[in-house]
């Protein structure tokens, strides 16, 4: 089994530096040498959670290339500039609201260089808004009804009978909270502004910019409006059918009356509003194709594909000696499961991988459905190593250099408002789950 499991990480590892799709494709190469090598049978792979992104984000794709993104960031840019001195508070909540209305932690792309100047041209240092920033819309996305790691996850737990508000009504209080707590602590982090050596260095070599930063105009507000309003109409749906039962369809076969599954209801839903928004819009598909929305959702895709299915055939190959040797440690200490969550998305770059890789693992070891979903927030863990493309971009749209990486690299802007939210969140969950649920 070790070796094996030797296999299996060195893929994971060379997978995430190669970076792209790397991850998906050396999963199926770490499975080829299971498979081929080890002789393990391998698992079902994870078609439904596949179709479900590839849904969503076609839907997404589709309003970004209609404006709808633009839009989103237009709204984002007037709240922060209308409350510039909180902007250490509102940032954050911005960020978490884009990610969880669209499903991906990618959209904040555009609103963190609005961030960053807001921050500059107001003296706030912009590392403390945008350090949390960054960790807010990683921290929504297990939050969010039409997120991958959501989808993953409810697509998983729906042998217990669990809905997907059962999912929502812990996952999003306890995250907005740990969010604000390291808002709270985001807003003491270093130096002021103007006694930051790096910035007042650069503001000497004439490295900055007098001017201010201001996001590009609409090219057709009508279209974008409509574009956001059907992508939120087919949100709030999916919330709706999957927190109330009665609303899903139900058919006759010869096995009795059968309810339409979520999974369904999500594809059918998304890929109806996508073409919706391509009707009405007049916007092209080669374009939402071309979306970055699109780009990295099908990236996620093809990482959930090899990394879940190689992960799914490991444990299937594996789990009576797995159970042997820690199942007792983790009946008594189920928390213990969520630090493995968290290591594993550090590894892993996706919450959706990290869920669709390790939760049948947790399953199989007893943890309790609830117990699972409160440890829901721990795949965050990506903000980790400071390398992953909202931190890169983060780090280069503030120019004051306040925002960076630390001498020891992992003393970098994100690491403590990262496990700040991540354990506030996590602890606040298991606590809903022993005294409420």
């Known amino acids: 089994m070790w070796l094996q499991l030797l296999f299996v990480l060195l893929a994971i590892i060379v997978g995430a530096r190669v970076g792209g799709i790397g991850l998906g494709v050396f999963g199926g190469l770490g499975l080829a040498v299971l498979t081929f090598i080890f002789g393990l049978e391998p698992t079902t792979p994870p078609i439904d959670v596949m179709l479900m992104i590839v849904a969503v984000i076609a839907a997404a794709g589709c309003m970004q290339a209609a404006g709808g993104l633009d839009l989103m960031v237009k709204w984002a840019e007037k709240i922060l500039r209308r409350h510039p001195q909180r902007i250490t508070l509102l940032s954050p909540l911005v960020t978490y609201l884009f990610t969880f209305f669209a499903g991906t932690g990618h959209v904040a792309y555009s ?67 740990g969010v604000l707590v390291g808002a709270l602590y985001s807003m003491r982090v270093g130096k002021e502004l103007k006694d930051d050596p790096v910035y007042q260095a650069r503001l000497k070599s004439g490295e900055l910019s007098g001017a201010n930063y201001c996001t590009a105009e609409v090219a057709n507000p009508g279209k974008a409006l409509t574009s956001v309003l059907l992508f939120l109409g087919a949100t709030v749906g999916i919330v709706l059918f999957g927190s109330i039962d009665s609303l899903r369809p139900s058919f006759q076969t010869s096995e009795g009356v059968v309810v339409m599954q979520m999974a369904h ?32 959702g099908m990236q996620a895709v093809v990482a959930i594909f ?29 928390w213990l499961f969520g630090i493995a969550l968290f290591v594993m998305s550090i590894l892993l770059f996706s919450q959706a991988a990290t869920i669709r890789a390790l939760l049948p693992l947790g399953m199989a070891l007893g943890i309790s459905p609830y117990m699972l979903i409160a440890l829901f927030p721990a795949v965050n863990g990506y903000f980790f190593i400071p390398n992953y493309p909202t931190v890169v971009a983060a780090i280069n749209f503030d120019t004051t250099g306040t925002t960076r990486i630390g001498k020891y690299v992992l003393n970098h802007s994100f690491m403590m408002p990262g496990l700040i939210s991540t354990i506030v969140a996590v602890g606040l969950g298991i606590l809903a789950v022993l005294f409420v649920c």
Do not use: H
């Not at 990683?138 to 998983?156: E, N």
């Not at 819009?281 to 939402?288: D, E, L, N, R, V």
């Open 306 to 334: 090899g990394i879940a299915w190689m992960g799914d055939t490991f444990i299937s190959g594996n789990i009576a000696v797995i159970k042997e040797n820690i199942f007792g440690l983790v009946t008594d200490m189920p």
């Open 265 to 296: 209801i999500i594809e059918v839903l998304m890929l109806s509003v996508a073409a919706l928004i391509l009707l009405l819009t007049g916007t092209s598909g080669m374009k939402a194709a071309k979306s970055s929305v699109f780009n990295a």
């Open 111 to 177: 609103v963190l260089s609005v961030i960053a100047e807001v921050a500059r041209e107001t003296g706030i240092r912009p590392e403390r808004p945008m350090g949390i920033a960054v960790i807010a819309s990683q921290q929504a996305i297990t939050a969010s009804p039409i997120s991958a790691a959501t989808v993953a996850l409810l697509s998983m737990l729906a042998g217990y009978d669990i809905t997907l508000f059962d999912i929502l009504k812990i996952s999003i209080p306890c995250t907005l909270v």
